[in-house]
């Protein structure tokens, strides 16, 4: 398989810092939204993989013969990464619009705890390297995210904040999601040819 273009990734990159800056600001937060933007744009898409390699986990159960297991590790990591990266802006965004890190807010300690379990769920998994239990550890994490979502309160969080926008910040979010679903779509492929180029 061929490696992507370096020049997508950079075309991709360049539009999400476009879209950042030309955003609108919004009534409350004014350009503190921002960062906002970028934090749920990165965190959707970081959960969006992690339920996507929750899912290749679940197919390994079903089909024996199935080798994805180094996918379901590299689309799990990623969703990690940029799941983490969400979380880091997160804490821009808390500075930002509340002159603090919110340490106690529901959403900042299930972030840490779904970083924090998917990173021992992986390592586990690569010590343990059982074909069969190895995929569905990484699921563990989507299950605590999945459920937490739905119990926990939110805090700082406004309920549905996307979802009762405006349609140019609602729009601002989706194009950020989509140009960050690019550039993972981009990574994954990058780390496909790099694996079959190894083999």
Known sequence: MRFPSPWLLIALLATAAAVTLLAPEERTLAAGIRPVYVHVALTWTGMLLLVFAA????????????????????VFLLGLAFFGLGFCISLLAGWVNWGGIPL???????????????????ALGKVLAHPRLSPLLLAVPVILLLASTRLQSFGLHPQGPVASAPLPIRGTFYLLF?????????????LTARRSSVQ
Not at 55 to 74: E, K, V
Not at 104 to 122: D, T
């Open 178 to 190: 989509l140009v960050f679903l690019g550039c993972a779509g981009w990574l994954l492929c990058w």
């Open 104 to 122: 106690r807010e529901p959403r900042f300690i299930l972030s840490v705890n779904v970083l924090v379990l998917g990173l021992l769920a992986f």
């Open 55 to 74: 899912l290749l986990g679940l197919l390994a159960q079903f089909n024996s013969g199935w080798r994805g297991t180094g996918r379901q590790a590299d």
